[in-house]
């Protein structure tokens, strides 16, 4: 495993940053897990996709009107990945952690396995934020560049425009070829994956099995094989293509810091949370439609701080984590709005793609 240390050179911007969040929540008399806003999302988004899958394997529709329903179903599945999962895996669902781990399962109903994304994501991903060698997240050669110090392809050259349809099939390959990989292979990128229970072999299995059977059997009993699979491409399209974007709009983009671990040798970084703070970026803060269909995780910054509070109390942690940069001098990354993070994630790859 590559080896990155990292120091303590802004020890009082931290430590003031946490008092003044803490202090926020005392203040406000609230939790900083999930409230009633965070569960009418759950009843909301488990209900559109239930309902959404029952029409569709019970009512016979046109082509056109079925695609969309099933791009539909696509973007309730990750609308529970972005508002559900996310808060529970990370222990921000709930006080119970019985809570936390049975909410976190929606994973499990989407595709993938929570238990290996917390890995991936909790620990590697958090940790190691946009540090090529160790972050898995931006480990995608040779299929896309991401930071100036992976190696260049001549198909680069292009991925500013194939990357889209990379994004769209990417929770096809979460269901059926990465989870595989780090199931058997005993690793997620450059770690070694943690030892499994024995329930978390018969939840994967299980799982598994359930997806199969629930998004191609049935479909497929009830449709036939060519109706199925142009239904099953559009859902995943949709679900991937949002989730994807969103998490790069956080991490690739023009505003964003690149860091690269070399084999054999320790990279030294000066602080975490500034390191958290220089390769993430905020988009649409003032956009309460995007704020709510994402889980706040268009405040991927106040994520990265503080990953075990819910998405529900982002806004008002933002305006701190701003407040408190200003005042020590740190640069604190925002694009303002969706459409311009997303150009700017463009532009970035676009650039990446050039030979230099």
Not at 24 to 33: D, I, L
Not at 169 to 179: G, L
Request: a positive charge; hydrophobic letters at 45%.
């Amino acid at each position: 495993m590559k080896q990155v240390s990292f120091g303590h050179d802004h020890q009082n911007f931290w430590k003031t940053l946490k008092e003044e969040v803490n202090l926020y929540f005392k203040n406000t008399n609230q939790e900083k897990t999930g409230n009633g806003v965070l569960y009418f999302k759950t009843g909301l988004f488990l209900a559109g996709f239930v309902a959404t899958y029952l029409v569709l394997m019970m009512v016979k529709m046109p082509v056109v009107p079925s695609l969309l329903m099933c791009g539909l179903l696509g973007f309730f599945g990750a609308s529970i990945g972005f508002n559900i999962m996310h808060d529970a895996c990370h222990g921000a669902y709930s006080k119970k952690k019985w809570v936390n781990e049975i909410v976190g399962l929606s994973m499990n109903l989407i595709g993938s396995n929570a238990f290996l994304w917390k890995q991936k994501h909790n620990v590697i991903h958090h940790t190691y934020t946009n540090i090529d060698g160790v972050d898995d997240d931006i480990q995608k050669s040779p299929l896309l560049r991401h930071c100036k110090t992976q190696p260049w392809k001549p198909a680069h050259k292009f991925q500013h425009v194939y990357m889209f349809f990379l994004y769209g099939v990417s929770s096809i390959f979460w269901a059926f070829v990465t989870d595989a990989q780090k199931y058997f292979s005993d690793k997620i990128g450059s770690h070694k994956r943690w030892n499994m229970p024995i329930h978390e072999h018969f939840i994967f299995w299980i799982s598994k099995l359930y997806y199969v059977i629930v998004f191609c059997a049935i479909p497929i009993w009830i449709h036939g094989f060519w109706i199925w699979l142009a239904g099953y491409f559009a859902m995943n399209f949709i679900f991937g293509t949002w989730l994807s974007v969103v998490f790069q709009l956080a991490h690739v983009v023009e505003i964003t810091e690149f860091e690269k671990s070399e084999q054999n040798e320790t990279l030294k970084i000066d602080d975490w949370a500034v390191h958290q703070i220089r390769t993430t970026a905020d988009f649409a803060p003032n956009n309460k439609v995007i704020s709510f269909l994402v889980g706040g995780l268009n405040f991927q910054v106040v994520h990265h701080l503080f990953p075990h509070v819910s998405h529900v109390h982002y806004p008002a942690i933002q305006k701190i984590v701003a407040e408190t940069c200003n005042k020590f001098g740190i640069e604190y990354h925002c694009n303002p709005t969706m459409i311009g993070a997303l150009a700017s994630h463009v532009r970035t790859m676009k650039t990446l793609g050039s030979r230099e």
